[in-house]
C-alpha cells in the first residue's frame, strides 16, 4: 500500500526538503492515501444513500448538488493534507501546498469512481452527476 500511495503521490515530484523524504513516504502519504478515499467515499454515501435515498429528498439530486459535494471533499482532501503534513512535524515547505492540491484533485477523482459505482443504489439520485 505504502508503495501506490508513494507513487500516486510523488507524480508531482519528490518531498522537499529531502531529509524529510522517508517521513512523507512512510507516515504521510499512506495516511493521507486512506483518509482521501475514506473520506470521498463517506461523502458519496452520504450524498446517494443518506440523503436521497434514506431521507428522500428529491430536491437535492441535481448535479449541482453532487457539484457542491465534490468541492467539499476536494476542500477536505486539502486540509487533510495539510494537516497530517505539519502533524508529522515536516519543515514547512511549498511542497506541502503542492501536494495538498494535488491531493484535492485525486479527492475529486476518488468522489467520481466512487459515484459511477454507488450511484445507482439511491432512489433520487441515480443519474447524477449525468
Same mark, same amino acid.
Do not use: C
Given at each position: 500500500?505504502?508503495?501506490?500511495? !508513494?507513487?500516486? =503521490?510523488?507524480?508531482?515530484?519528490?518531498?522537499?526538503?529531502?531529509?524529510?523524504?522517508?517521513?512523507?513516504?512512510? %507516515? %504521510? +502519504?499512506?495516511?493521507?492515501?486512506?483518509?482521501?478515499?475514506?473520506?470521498?467515499?463517506? @461523502? %458519496?454515501?452520504?450524498?446517494? =444513500?443518506?440523503?436521497? !435515498?434514506?431521507?428522500? %429528498?428529491?430536491?437535492?439530486?441535481?448535479? !449541482?448538488?453532487?457539484?457542491?459535494?465534490?468541492?467539499?471533499?476536494?476542500?477536505?482532501?486539502?486540509?487533510?493534507?495539510?494537516?497530517?503534513?505539519?502533524?508529522?512535524?515536516?519543515?514547512?515547505?511549498? =511542497?506541502? =501546498?503542492?501536494?495538498?492540491?494535488?491531493?484535492?484533485? @485525486?479527492?475529486? +477523482?476518488? +468522489?467520481?469512481?466512487?459515484? @459511477?459505482?454507488? !450511484?445507482?443504489?439511491?432512489?433520487?439520485?441515480?443519474?447524477?452527476?449525468?
Amino acid at each position: 500500500m505504502k508503495a501506490f500511495f !508513494r507513487f500516486l =503521490y510523488e507524480l508531482i515530484g519528490n518531498p522537499q526538503p529531502p531529509a524529510d523524504t522517508p517521513v512523507y513516504r512512510d %507516515v %504521510v +502519504f499512506p495516511n493521507i492515501g486512506l483518509l482521501n478515499i475514506s473520506v470521498s467515499l463517506a @461523502l %458519496v454515501v452520504v450524498f446517494y =444513500y443518506l440523503i436521497n !435515498r434514506a431521507m428522500g %429528498v428529491a430536491t437535492f439530486n441535481k448535479g !449541482r448538488h453532487w457539484g457542491l459535494f465534490l468541492a467539499l471533499n476536494a476542500l477536505l482532501a486539502f486540509g487533510i493534507a495539510i494537516w497530517q503534513a505539519h502533524a508529522q512535524q515536516v519543515a514547512d515547505h511549498s =511542497y506541502i =501546498y503542492w501536494l495538498a492540491t494535488w491531493n484535492a484533485i @485525486l479527492g475529486m +477523482f476518488w +468522489f467520481f469512481v466512487f459515484s @459511477l459505482l454507488l !450511484r445507482k443504489g439511491s432512489t433520487n439520485a441515480s443519474t447524477t452527476p449525468f
